[in-house]
């Protein structure tokens, strides 16, 4: 059965994005949505340098924003648990979670502390404590699966340089790949695409100076993707051709996710902002059915948001260090804060 600690108690969840971060306040018993809870967004990306996650400027961000989300709690609340997830966790987090624990308690007064990659907010956000597969679509793509016995398993989420196919940011790579190519008077161009692209950057010749400097080109580029599904939408081959291979790479994403978690028949759920593109799709779960044709397509229950509620719940009413779904840091992990 669903259920967390005291009634009495909040908890906070975190979700960092790489076009933003969200921050959700709600009561402690398991959240089935986000109707209940006292919700701010900032229109600021996660940070990424050599290291790894910039915790100081999460932090500076943050810390405000979660100072006015907790402000006015009735007497006698308290926060029993965070929960943040954020994108890159499990491969650039080392930071974070060095970082977070002190500032956070601080902030909140809570007794624990969630650190979980944004593949298992998206996760538990779409299909709870079910088994199955979720593909985290956005700026970045990445799929995972659960099996109840023997955890958690992904799939990509390798980030812009060297994966997330089929992402926000990989399909706008491609499609001003697509209005370089006509500009230039290549094959394999598209005049849609690159009419798209200067009524959104201006010049293409500005392009590279705009975009190779900027740590959130990653958010730059899949703010292009809507233009390309729009393209496809409108008849252009290339743009069509971009967002049948972005299908086939999201699928191909989940459909190793799912063998590897031993998933034969798994419950498949696409969450995120990338999935209201209703071209893209459609075209993941064409590739879907052709790749994993015993899968059943989940409609997610909620966000990542959602799923950094359900972690903080978990760990607020638990004992010790315990979770409700399988331990795998750094992509999962569960601290006692400090004093």
Do not use: K
């Not at 009561?27 to 986000?34: E, I, M, N, R, T």
């Not at 977070?100 to 650190?115: F, I, S």
């Not at 699966?145 to 989420?157: I, K």
Request: hydrophobic residues 50%.
């Amino acid at each position: 059965m669903d259920r967390t600690g005291p009634t009495d108690d909040r908890v906070v969840g975190i979700d960092v994005g790489g076009s933003g971060i969200r921050l959700a306040l709600a009561p402690g018993g398991w959240p089935a949505d986000l109707s209940g809870a006292r919700i701010r967004e900032l229109a600021a990306p996660a940070r990424i340098t050599e290291g790894g996650h910039d915790a100081e400027a999460l932090l500076t961000r943050l810390l405000p924003a979660l100072d006015a989300l907790v402000a006015g709690l009735p007497p006698g609340a308290r926060i029993g648990a965070v929960a943040v997830g954020a994108t890159g966790m499990a491969l650039l987090g080392r930071h974070l979670a060095a970082a977070l624990p002190a500032p956070l308690a601080r902030a909140t007064g809570a007794d624990r502390l969630v650190l979980a990659g944004d593949a298992v907010t998206a996760h538990v956000g779409a299909l709870g404590r079910r088994p199955g597969v979720a593909v985290a679509g956005g700026t970045g793509l990445v799929a995972i699966g659960l099996h109840p016995d023997t955890g958690w398993y992904r799939a990509d989420g390798w980030g812009q340089l060297l994966g997330d196919c089929g992402s926000g940011g990989w399909i706008g790579r491609a499609g001003l790949e697509a209005a370089l190519r006509a500009f230039d008077g290549r094959t394999g161009g598209s005049t849609a695409l690159l009419a798209a692209a200067e009524h959104r950057y201006g010049p293409v010749t500005g392009l590279p100076a705009a975009l190779q400097p900027r740590p959130d080109r990653a958010a730059l580029l899949a703010a292009f993707a809507p233009d390309v599904v729009g393209a496809a939408d409108g008849g252009c081959p290339v743009a069509s051709a971009i967002v049948r291979r972005a299908g086939e790479e999201i699928a191909d994403a989940a459909a190793a996710a799912a063998r590897s978690a031993a998933l034969s028949a798994p419950q498949v759920a696409l969450t995120g902002g990338l999935f209201t593109l209703a071209r893209l799709r459609e075209a993941a779960l064409a590739a879907l059915d052709d790749r994993l044709p015993a899968a059943r397509p989940h409609r997610p229950d909620g966000p990542p948001l959602l799923g950094a509620l359900r972690l903080a719940a978990g760990a607020a009413g638990t004992a010790g260090t315990a979770l409700p779904w399988p331990l795998d840091p750094p992509l999962l992990d569960v601290r006692t804060m400090p004093a």
